[in-house]
């Protein structure tokens, strides 16, 4: 945050996800903060929604990668999350969030008990109200994805 705003004269307080992986609970704890919105306070969820695989990171970052056919599934993984955070109707959106566990690579992108990277979106998506908006950066040659909402 220091990068947003060097004089660090704004509050901050981390609230951390739990490891039980649960959409629900997550969502339940983004729906708790959204109060906060009215006063001004941004709900900010940290983390690397697109994919967060060590193992992949690792081989693609020392050009050992011979899996030709990842970045189709990373893309097919970016594409189920954006139809999830796009969806205007906030019952929808939920109900879309609460199997993503389902979705095509979802054991790929986040393997079980890293989804630590991935759960911030869902207290961001539980506290956010439309649809989210996005924005796309690049990392290690694939398309990484951010959502937020105004």
Not at 7 to 36: C, F, K, W, Y
Not at 46 to 66: E, K, P, Q, V, Y
Not at 113 to 138: C, Q
Request: glycine share 8%.
């Amino acid at each position: 945050m220091l990068l947003v705003n060097p004089a660090a004269n704004i509050p901050i307080v981390q609230v951390s996800v739990t490891s039980d992986e649960s959409a629900s609970s997550h969502l339940l704890m983004g729906r708790a903060l959204a109060r906060l919105r009215d006063s001004n306070v941004a709900i900010i969820g940290s983390g690397f929604a697109s994919f967060h695989n060590l193992r992949i990171m690792r081989s693609i970052m020392s050009g050992t990668s011979n899996d030709p056919k990842f970045p189709e599934r990373n893309a097919e993984w970016n594409c189920a999350v954006t139809a999830a955070m796009t969806e205007t109707d906030g019952k929808k959106r939920e109900d879309q969030l609460s199997q993503w566990r389902s979705w095509a690579n979802a054991y790929e992108m986040h393997p079980r008990g890293g989804a630590e990277h991935f759960l911030p979106l869902l207290v961001a998506a539980g506290a956010g109200e439309g649809a989210a908006k996005s924005y796309t950066d690049e990392f290690l040659g694939l398309d990484m994805y951010s959502y937020y909402w105004d």
